[in-house]
């Protein structure tokens, strides 16, 4: 392999580093630089994007195309038709100038050997954050471990239950640490139908992990995220019946798991205030029907309600983001809509608005059908990845740093589990 594509592999792996530990370092090693660093992994992007593109290696394909035609067009109708902040504006466009053409670096750049090695290091990096977010979980908001962005003294913890808070383990924000463990559910998944790629000691404390980070997390999101992955394993079951002895033993190996944890003070505990916070928000947003028609179903009509009287190109690229209100209000607000379907539409206008949600919607299926022929030609991993990607890629929220990170991983890592080992990496 060309010493310039160790280089670019290696700068993947600095992206999926900062990605897990950008948090951290924002809280607790340099807390004075935390408003610059919010971008630390961008000029790594921005490398990775650059050098792939000099190379020749970019496939000149709509899903890619596409969204970098609308990011340098947006920057222009913000500027000069919307907000007329040109800092606001290129912060917004960034997500579709180096983010989204990142996955398709990925999928050049790695193949599924390279995507098995950040699976395992993902299941390392599972145990302490487990031990982590138990600190964090039976610590007070004042203790350095709480610390917030900045060194916020007031804590980083966010509504939870019973007097207890979400923690956000290493990350800046609760929602990185709910996307994390969903990273490391289709993992785990992946290993126990192929124990001979992992150490099982490994995979045991990881699993464990996860299933303490449920209700030490008090997330629905993460519970939901499982939920989804354990549909696509047993749908992988259903397949190719050849899993279903794995299958029962990893079934046995979680319940003994599980039956051990309740035995614990501390698990327990976590355990009520999860289930009071999953009651007490289910029960207000109409049942759980309610919950995933909103969360997901209902988002891109949602979008369209928000944005009656909208311009035809929108309010501006990053106008809905945290650090596009800042600039442009203030204060931390939702300038157009929380919801992902409707800040896009909110801020690109109907018609390019729409053309990146169906960009992603697309590129989201056409991966979900090569994962589907993978599967029942008997290779599991991109199926399972799918069961974590699927979620995030069509509607994730990249307004926020660790969705959009998030959303970058795995969709370059869907691209390059499609391959086999030292083959080159295109989208099907």
Not at 112 to 120: A, E, H, L, T, Y
Not at 244 to 270: C, D, M, R
Request: charged share 10%; net charge positive.
């Amino acid at each position: 392999m060309p010493a310039s594509d160790q280089l670019l592999k290696k700068a993947i792996w600095l992206y999926f580093i900062l990605l897990i530990f950008e948090g951290a370092i924002r809280k607790w090693v340099f807390p004075g630089l935390a408003t610059p660093l919010l971008i630390v992994r961008d000029p790594i992007a921005l490398l990775i994007v650059a050098k792939t593109l000099h190379r020749g290696l970019f496939p000149f394909h709509p899903y890619l195309i596409v969204p970098v035609l609308i990011g340098i067009t947006s920057i222009f109708t913000a500027t000069f038709l919307g907000h007329g902040n040109m800092m606001v504006a290129l912060y917004g466009a960034r997500i579709f100038l180096l983010h989204f053409p990142m996955m398709f670096a990925i999928g050049r750049l790695f193949n599924q050997d390279d995507v098995i090695k950040i699976g395992k290091v993902t299941l390392w990096m599972a145990i302490p954050m487990a031990f982590l977010i138990a600190l964090q979980f039976y610590s007070p908001q004042t203790a350095w471990v709480n610390r917030g962005v900045g060194g916020d003294v007031a804590g980083a913890g966010f509504s939870g239950a019973l007097g207890y808070l979400r923690p956000p383990g290493t990350f800046s924000f609760t929602n990185g640490l709910t996307l994390f463990y969903g990273f490391v559910a289709s993992f785990i998944i992946y290993f126990w139908f192929n124990t001979d790629k992992i150490n099982k000691l490994i995979l045991i404390g990881a699993t464990s992990a996860l299933l303490a980070a449920i209700p030490l997390s008090i997330s629905r999101g993460l519970f939901f995220q499982i939920g989804v992955s354990l549909i696509f394993a047993i749908t992988a079951v259903s397949r190719k019946p050849k899993y279903a002895g794995k299958f029962v033993l990893a079934s046995i190996g979680i319940g003994i798991t599980l039956l051990l944890l309740s035995q614990t003070s501390f698990f327990e505990t976590a355990t009520v205030a999860f289930t009071t916070r999953f009651e007490l928000a289910t029960t207000n947003e109409d049942g759980l029907e309610g919950v995933l028609l909103d969360r997901y179903l209902g988002g891109l009509i949602g979008s369209f309600k928000d944005n009656q009287d909208l311009p035809f190109f929108g309010y501006g690229v990053g106008m809905g983001t945290n650090v596009g209100s800042m600039l442009l209000s203030g204060s931390k607000t939702f300038l157009i809509s929380e919801g992902e379907w409707g800040r896009l539409i909110g801020e690109l206008g109907l018609f390019l608005g729409l053309a990146v949600i169906l960009i992603r919607l697309g590129f989201s299926l056409k991966i979900a059908i090569a994962a589907y022929r993978k599967l029942v030609a008997g290779d599991l991993l991109p199926w399972m990845l799918l069961s974590f990607g699927l979620l995030i890629v069509p509607q994730g929220q990249w307004a926020q740093p660790s969705a959009l990170g998030f959303s970058t991983l795995i969709g370059g890592l869907m691209i390059a589990s499609l391959r086999p080992s030292k083959s080159k990496a295109l989208l099907p």
